[in-house]
Every structure is written in structure tokens, then in C-alpha cells.
């Protein structure tokens, strides 16, 4: 198993797509990138932490590999809206990877870039590529949100 940490807007949805990829073996939501230890869901909508909400990924590499991911995270959001996703605005809901190494670094450069120069978006990507440090669990209502909920599709950006 190997572990790739994306966030894309509100981590729900992303959660939910993520949790039907082939290959994704578990998921779960939390807070990374700021300065706060330990957050809370309001101290991250209180705007002050600097974390955005994410996704942590555990995913077999013989049947999906990093690539694989960065195309469905792709697909699963607008990459091209500086902080916001839908009606979600702040840098909370920032789009952003979040590299554990060097190798997941380059690869996401190299998929920044096809992606820009596709042409697949009328805006340039503003994916940010930041080192991954702590990954905070969210609170537990927060994990399988959408399906506690018995919503099996999530939105698109």
C-alpha cells in the first residue's frame, strides 16, 4: 500500500470519488498544511489555521499509480479556482497536493504541466504542490460523510 494526499474543495466529495477509484483500499478525511496542531472542523472554517480540508489515500500500485490518482483528482474538481471549489470559498478548500516525497513531487510537476498545456481548461492550474507534513484525522462524523448520508454520487466542480 501506498499513500497519496490530495485536497480538492470540501473534502466529502472528494472522499466519496476517491472511495470508488479501483485500486483505493481506504480513505479518509482530515486537515493538513497549516499551523495549527490538532483541528478542529471550526478552527478550519474559522479561516485562521491555514490547513486545508484533504483526503488521505491508501492504494495498491499494482492496480492504480500515482498518476492514475493526479488523473482522477483531475476529474474530480476544478483545478484552475484559487481557493474555492463550488460555493466552498477559502484557503481551506484550496486546491493542492500534498507531496510525502521527492518521486510523488516530480510526477505531480510533470501532470501540472499536461494538464495546463492539454488545454482541457480555459484558465491556467493553480494546483499548489506543497510538502506534506501532519495529516490530522477530521472528526469521525466527518469520515464516509456522504454515505452515512446514503448520497452514492458527489458533485463535480
Known amino acids: 500500500m501506498e499513500t497519496a ?19 483505493v483500499k481506504e480513505t479518509q478525511v482530515g486537515y493538513i ?3 495549527t496542531e490538532d483541528p478542529t472542523y471550526e478552527e478550519i472554517c474559522g479561516k485562521t489555521t491555514g490547513h486545508a480540508e484533504a483526503i488521505e489515500i ?21 483545478p484552475t479556482t484559487l ?3 463550488g460555493p466552498d470559498q477559502g484557503k481551506q478548500y484550496r ?7 521527492e518521486l510523488q513531487k516530480n510526477i505531480a510537476e510533470k501532470s501540472i504541466a499536461a494538464l495546463d498545456a492539454s488545454g482541457k481548461f ?3 492550474v493553480v494546483t ?22 446514503g448520497i452514492t454520487i458527489a458533485c463535480v466542480s
Not at 128 to 149: G, I, N, P, T
Request: charged share 30%; glycine share 8%.
Open 33 to 35: 498544511g497549516g499551523d
Open 83 to 85: 481557493n474555492r471549489q
Open 128 to 149: 499548489s504542490l506543497e510538502v506534506a507534513d501532519k495529516f490530522w484525522r477530521a472528526e469521525e462524523y466527518h469520515q464516509k460523510y456522504l454515505e452515512k448520508k
Open 95 to 101: 486546491s493542492a497536493i500534498f507531496y510525502l516525497d
Open 58 to 78: 491508501k492504494y495498491d500500485p499494482s492496480v492504480i499509480g500515482y498518476e492514475g490518482l493526479l488523473e482522477k483528482l483531475w476529474e474530480f474538481h476544478d
Open 5 to 23: 494526499i490530495f485536497a480538492a474543495g470540501c473534502f466529502w466529495g472528494v472522499e466519496l470519488n476517491f472511495s470508488k477509484v479501483d485500486g
Open 122 to 124: 480555459q484558465n491556467p
